[in-house]
């Protein structure tokens, strides 16, 4: 069974960093691309960022780019996001999604439980 | 990277069909097969119930069903069930020479 464990959310101040965890399992993690998307309070689902099976290539929204860093450890079945210079419009439940492994593009079938990251003074 | 558009609500009573459109550019929908619908109860996370345009996960009910005409797809969920109340968002691969996915606004069905 495919489980991603989303954690490292909580209060943070304006400016400040955060770093989110992904705890993958039941399948071969290094097969697959891994995604981040993010829900503000009361809005739409946004995707926020794409890292290969190998880490070789990183995509970010344009909101992000610059803040944010997507990185992976596929020997720990692990997917990161590392959140700097937080603002107030970054507060979201954060959800680690399974993409596409080889061959195929399609979005991600399988989320995780999500982990709240709120941004406020 | 502009949202793709959804409207924001449909409603039908137990047992009527309703449909869900999400209307792209032709760099995302209109360019690949790879659009998701998923849905969402409040509190949860999102829920994979149709990828590739038009396939079903095992264990998603026949009841839904997905299909794509020029940059627009569309969500049918025949035989509306009280359970089916819920958000449901479409996301297509939206990429060429790079690896990004685009979500839909959102639609909130109603089981009235």
């Known amino acids: 069974e495919v489980q991603l464990v989303e954690s490292g959310g909580g209060l943070v101040q304006p400016g400040g960093s955060l770093r989110l965890s992904c705890a993958a399992s039941?399948?071969?993690?290094?097969?697959?691309?891994m995604t981040w998307v993010r829900q503000a309070p009361g809005k739409g689902l946004e995707w926020v960022a794409n890292i290969k099976q190998d880490g070789s290539e990183k995509y970010y929204v344009d909101s992000v780019k610059g803040r944010f860093t997507i990185s992976r450890d596929n020997a720990r079945n692990s997917l990161y996001v590392q959140m700097n210079s937080l603002r107030a419009d970054d507060t979201a439940v954060y959800y680690c999604g399974r993409g596409p492994s080889w061959g195929s593009l399609t979005p991600p079938h399988y989320w995780g439980q999500g982990t709240l990251v709120t941004v406020s003074s | 990277q502009s949202a793709l558009t959804q409207p924001r609500s449909v409603s039908g009573s137990p047992g009527q069909s309703v449909t869900i459109s999400c209307t792209g550019t032709?760099?995302?929908?209109?360019?690949?097969?790879?659009v998701s619908w998923y849905q969402q109860h409040p509190g949860k996370a999102p829920k994979l119930m149709i990828y590739d345009v038009s396939e079903r996960p095992s264990g998603v009910p026949d009841r839904f069903s997905g299909s794509k005409s020029g940059n627009t797809a569309s969500l049918t969920i025949s035989g509306l069930q009280a359970e089916d109340e819920a958000d449901y968002y479409c996301c297509s691969y939206a990429g060429s020479n790079t690896f990004v996915y685009v979500f839909g606004t959102g639609t909130k069905v109603t089981v009235v």
């Open positions: 032709s760099s995302d929908i209109g360019a690949y097969k790879y």
């Open positions: 039941g399948f071969t993690f290094s097969m697959y691309w």
